[in-house]
């Protein structure tokens, strides 16, 4: 698997992952908030049609934007803690780690992900098959890891 497909898949289980999340969480409630009040039908079903994310349809909406911003903190994240030791040997500002990891974050993201589309050209390919459970953790643990991240260098900064 190259990395380019590696990464598209994840950025697709996170898109995915967002989507379920704005359906069940936001969606639903709102839309059974508003059957219970008097309102019309035809409203509740044009919110439904134009809120509600198709599970073969991952992009509707522009989701992906947001799903792509969160793609931009996680890898941030990512590279701010493999560069943190650096800081140690090499005396590295902080602040250069940080300006680094954010410029190296998005273009390592406009390259894989958004420049010609790319993403959707892999989204095609995926809604086709089953998502493996070993790319759910890889997902689940590429996104915990700014937290942990956030953690360390708060502790090393006390």
């Not at 009040?37 to 073969?56: F, Y």
């Not at 989204?123 to 956030?150: D, E, G, R, W």
């Amino acid at each position: 698997m190259t990395i380019s497909l590696f990464y598209n898949y994840i950025f697709y289980i996170t898109l995915r992952g967002m989507n379920w999340l704005s359906n069940n969480i936001i969606i639903k409630p709102l839309l059974w908030l508003m059957r219970l009040l008097p309102i019309p039908e035809k409203r509740v079903k044009l919110v439904e049609k134009w809120h509600l994310i198709p599970r073969n349809n991952p992009d509707k909406n522009g989701d992906s934007r947001w799903a792509y911003r969160w793609m931009l903190w996680s890898l941030t994240w990512a590279i701010i803690l493999l560069l943190t030791p650096l800081r140690i040997n090499f005396e590295l500002n902080l602040i250069a780690i940080l300006v680094v990891a954010c410029l190296t974050s998005i273009i390592f993201n406009e390259t894989i992900l958004w420049r010609k589309d790319k993403y959707k050209t892999h989204f095609k390919k995926f809604n086709k098959q089953q998502i493996p459970k070993s790319m759910i953790y890889v997902t689940a643990i590429f996104h915990i890891v700014p937290f942990i991240c956030l953690g360390l260098l708060i502790k090393q900064n006390n």
